[in-house]
């Protein structure tokens, strides 16, 4: 099966910044190029390491408007919720929402939008973080790709073979599992007859060793760059700052799922080794998708 996720585009222009960077650092330091043009490093050879993040972190109350397009019952249905705690309430609605979406028995069209967002902010030479940046521009685009599930598997769009919608929601390849402990904010609001219910998860933090923060890793995506490999560098040190990812799924008068959506702010440093230097890149920006849902 392949899959082109989030994570592979996002490792892609990891790569490709780190890769620049080695080059033009490779070149300084052959060239004894002064210090006006290679910053914070002698004579370097830097490699960017970093995340793509949301320069973001405040996010309007997405509402994933999603036309009203079923036939048949929905895969996941809400019911008169009782609980006191309405943050609770929500929590419960949206799991067995998405984890509808996620299951083996889903059957639905899936129109989804993509867009990453993300430039390098700082790094060990700051004369090419513009011409960086302009690199990245030429990676990172909105996609879009429409799915048809049957039991959970698809066609992939986005290349050869299939995927499944397990794969396709976060988190991917586990159960949606947040706890009211993980959630900052909740919000229950109409949207037409429609009903939009969104989370806000807490801030959190991750390392290189410590890749996956315990909230967003139970609801939304995360970067994990423990396994990365980079020709010729070493990647020594990676720090994410996640300030909240914003995740909600809309329902129709029936309970039906129609509408997913997450944007996910990010924000991280990380350094490299190579040639026996040491060098750090920052980026920061965000990942976003939008899907419209239509029950077969």
Not at 103 to 129: E, T, W
Not at 274 to 296: F, H, R
């Amino acid at each position: 099966m392949k899959k082109i996720s989030k994570d592979t585009a996002l490792l892609t222009v990891l790569g490709v910044v780190a890769a620049l960077l080695l080059v033009f650092c490779i070149n300084a330091a052959k060239s004894d190029i002064s210090d006006a043009v290679v910053t914070a490093q002698p004579s370097s050879t830097v490699q960017t390491v970093t995340t793509t993040a949301p320069v973001t972190t405040t996010v309007a109350s997405p509402a994933t408007k999603a036309p009203v397009q079923t036939t048949k019952p929905a895969a996941v249905q809400t019911t008169a919720p009782a609980p006191v705690d309405e943050t609770e309430e929500i929590i419960r609605v949206m799991t067995d929402a998405i984890m509808g979406l996620k299951s083996d028995d889903a059957n639905f069209r899936g129109h989804k939008v993509q867009n990453i967002d993300i430039r390098l902010v700082d790094s060990s030479i700051p004369s090419m973080n513009d011409f960086v940046n302009s690199i990245i521009n030429v990676f990172v685009k909105e996609e879009i790709y429409d799915y048809d599930f049957t039991d959970g598997v698809s066609a992939q769009p986005e290349g050869g073979g299939t995927t499944t919608s397990d794969s396709m929601f976060p988190p991917g390849d586990c159960n949606f599992r947040i706890t009211a402990d993980g959630v900052a904010k909740a919000t229950k609001e109409k949207d037409g007859e429609n009903t939009v219910y969104t989370i806000v998860i807490v801030p959190e933090t991750s390392t290189l060793e410590n890749p996956r923060p315990p909230h967003h890793n139970a609801a939304a995506d995360t970067l994990d760059l423990s396994g990365v490999e980079i020709p010729i560098a070493t990647i020594t040190k990676v720090d994410f700052e996640y300030p909240g990812a914003t995740v909600s799924v809309t329902l129709n008068p029936e309970g039906e799922v129609v509408g997913y959506y997450e944007h996910l702010p990010v924000k991280g440093t990380g350094e490299a080794k190579a040639l026996g230097l040491t060098g750090y890149g920052t980026i920061e920006g965000y990942m976003e998708e939008k899907w419209d849902i239509e029950w077969k």
